[in-house]
């Protein structure tokens, strides 16, 4: 099944949804299932959720939906993905009730071959070690990283695991130096330049008591 959110879902039902399923673009219903109203780029909710405070109204930030129909060719769909700057289309049945999604990926991989995920691809973005840590490469988008550690570290302010350390070093790190954020330790491994390359990632110690 394809996973949807009620329009009247309330905002806590739905950030432990979020956190279940880790979806970044969700569609959105109205009443029954096949009725999508449009689609929810999760993104938007991070800095009130960062902030704190009053609860946003999340359904004011939900976007129309891109309609396809079921008999869309692939080619003019990809030119529409890419003129729109969407990544998502709901699929519609002959009568108009929605039957499923599509996204830009699956069109590219219909018409290309399968392609892997850029996480997938030769030179890998997270590797686990055998002492149980982990190597993440700097250049990571931190939504990569968050979905696979389970963390929620907003990407709002930095697009890349090394964006975000320079952003909680206040500095220029150098190798060797650490720092930690939910329940995570992360080690500077690996510089060039002025670029941070690699990063070790374990989970942080509890700190020792007196």
């Known amino acids: 099944d394809v996973f949807m959110i009620p329009k009247d879902l ?7 949804r979020y956190r279940r399923y880790r979806r970044s673009r969700i569609p959105v219903y109205e009443g029954e299932r096949h009725n999508v109203v449009g689609v929810l780029h999760f993104k938007q909710l991070l800095r009130p959720m960062a902030e ?15 309609v396809v129909p079921e008999v ?15 990544h998502i289309a709901i699929v519609v049945d002959e009568y108009g009730e929605t039957s499923g999604i599509v996204t830009m990926e ?3 991989e219909e018409l290309f071959g399968e392609i892997r995920e850029e996480r997938d691809r030769e030179e890998r973005e997270i590797v686990l070690r055998p002492d149980g840590s982990s190597l993440v490469l700097g250049k990571t988008p931190i939504r990569h990283f ?16 090394a964006g975000f350390l320079l952003h909680e070093f206040g500095r220029m790190p150098a190798p060797g130096e650490k720092t930690s954020r939910e329940g995570i330790s992360f080690t500077v491994e690996r ?20």
Request: charged share 30%.
């Open 106 to 108: 699956d069109v590219l």
């Open 191 to 210: 510089m060039k330049g002025l670029r941070i390359v690699e990063v070790g990632v374990r989970p942080a110690l509890p700190e020792k008591e007196g």
């Open 10 to 16: 309330p905002y806590e039902e739905l950030i432990a």
């Open 72 to 86: 869309q060719k692939l080619p003019p769909l990809l030119r529409e993905f890419q003129r729109r700057k969407v």
């Open 52 to 66: 704190g405070g009053k609860p946003p109204v999340w359904q004011e930030l939900v976007r129309p939906p891109y």
């Open 146 to 161: 968050n979905e696979a550690f389970g963390t929620g570290i907003p990407d709002l302010d930095f697009d890349t695991v």
